[in-house]
């Protein structure tokens, strides 16, 4: 194995551009540099026809109006500008939103800017295996309901929430439905006005496209759903978003989709069956969990706790050959366990053991070959090295430890 080969395992975090969305970028940079809004010469005509051809190969890719897409800078704004946004333009309806405690932090740091300002807001917990109870989420719902935020797939275990129940749910009880699909949008189906979500955030380079460009999908018809801006300006994308339009990466963000729409169905088969492999190889290693449902899942995602083993220890074994997480991105900069792994129940010491293996459109077999065996070498190695390892090989009941200082 070439030792200076780094494996990239940590797709969820973000993709790698597609050769095709770079190619597609490139004439916007420079012979094509209008801006989208000059409306006096050929420059901007040209920019702006690009833009509304990008818009409708993402309109095209969830099934939608192309009116019904609005370019944001990424899904973080687009979660805020749907959040904040129903929340002030829907305040005379109510102020209660609900969503879930293993939301991505752009949902939930939004929410809680929102309790600052007279916002009340319901964070449930989830089940065991990641997904939410739909009777909590019934319950949950009250007279000043506005809103419900419930992400498509997690960035962590790639768990999938059962949209179409959640959005029957909101529907029954007239409350709108929002969903962060960052981690489901080119990878698996995701139409929105099927499935009945009126707002849904989404993201460039979470598929294949380029970062800084994302994409917020606002129902127009049934209902018709408006959303106060969050940035004010010249009133660009329909006086929700202003700001002159990022016209390459808009330009490789349809891209990108075109070839999701194009090659997500043999992407996603190609890739569950890599991730399988990898599965099932690593789970024969002793006191392993898998964690999340696995029925319920990513094709290309699989996060996996190896009991007794530091995961950031563990990743400093393999970080020369293998990038891949412990926890989210977000949160990998500090040491506290996973809060999406703990919101399901998992201990700290299992939550601290877990790895997220992510792999993407430029996998190979090869890939997944090397990274089974550089893992279970790690695994194996820093448990020789580990006394709980040892104690829990001779059979002491590691719970019933105290230890020191936690
Ligand atoms: C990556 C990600 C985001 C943030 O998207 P950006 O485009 O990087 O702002 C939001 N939600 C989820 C689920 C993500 O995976």
Request: proline content about 3%.
């Amino acid at each position: 194995m070439n030792k200076h080969r780094l494996i990239y395992l940590d797709n969820n975090a973000t993709t790698p551009c597609d050769p095709r969305v770079v190619e597609a970028m490139v004439p916007y940079f420079f012979e094509k540099h209008g801006n989208a809004a000059s409306r006096s010469h050929q420059f901007g005509w040209e920019a702006e026809d690009a833009v509304d051809y990008a818009r409708e190969q993402i309109a095209q890719l969830l099934d939608v109006d192309d009116k019904e897409v609005i370019f944001t800078s990424g899904a973080t704004e687009s979660n805020n500008l749907a959040i904040k946004g129903v929340f002030e333009m829907y305040a005379r309806k109510g102020n209660h939103i609900i969503t879930v405690e293993t939301e991505h932090k752009a949902v939930l740091d939004t929410c809680k800017h929102l309790e600052k300002a007279g916002a009340e807001i319901t964070y449930l917990k989830v089940q065991e295996d990641g997904l939410v109870s739909l009777t909590d989420l019934e319950a949950a719902i009250k007279p000043n309901t506005i809103l419900v935020s419930i992400m498509w797939a997690n960035n962590e275990t790639g768990v999938i929430q059962p949209m179409r129940e959640i959005a029957t749910i909101c529907e029954k009880h007239g409350v709108l439905f929002h969903s962060d699909a960052t981690q489901a949008v080119g990878k698996i189906k995701t139409h929105p006005r099927e499935v009945g979500i009126h707002l849904m955030s989404f993201s460039a380079h979470k598929m294949y496209g380029p970062k800084g460009v994302g994409g917020l999908y606002v129902s127009r018809k049934n209902p018709r759903v408006k959303v106060t801006a969050q940035i004010d300006g010249g009133g660009h994308e329909r006086g929700m978003r202003s700001g002159t339009l990022n016209v390459p990466g808009i330009v490789g963000f349809g891209k990108a989709a075109e070839i999701a729409r194009k090659e997500m169905d043999q992407d996603a088969e190609r890739l569950s069956k890599l991730r399988d492999r990898l599965q099932a190889e690593l789970t024969k290693l002793e006191e392993t969990k898998v964690n999340g449902n696995e029925g319920s899942r990513m094709p290309h995602v699989t996060n996996i706790s190896f009991k007794h083993v530091e995961g950031e220890g563990l990743m400093m074994t393999f970080n020369q050959n293998i990038a891949v997480s412990s926890g989210s991105a977000c949160t990998s900069a500090s040491l506290e366990p996973s809060y999406v792994l703990v919101g399901m129940g998992l201990g700290d010491d299992l939550a601290h053991s877990s790895i997220r293996f992510s792999l993407g459109r430029f996998t190979t077999e090869e890939d997944v070959e090397d990274a089974i065996k550089l893992v279970s070498t790690g695994v194996n190695h820093m448990r020789d090295l580990s006394p709980i390892w040892e104690m829990y090989k001779d059979g002491v009941d590691l719970s019933k430890i105290e230890w020191a200082a936690h």
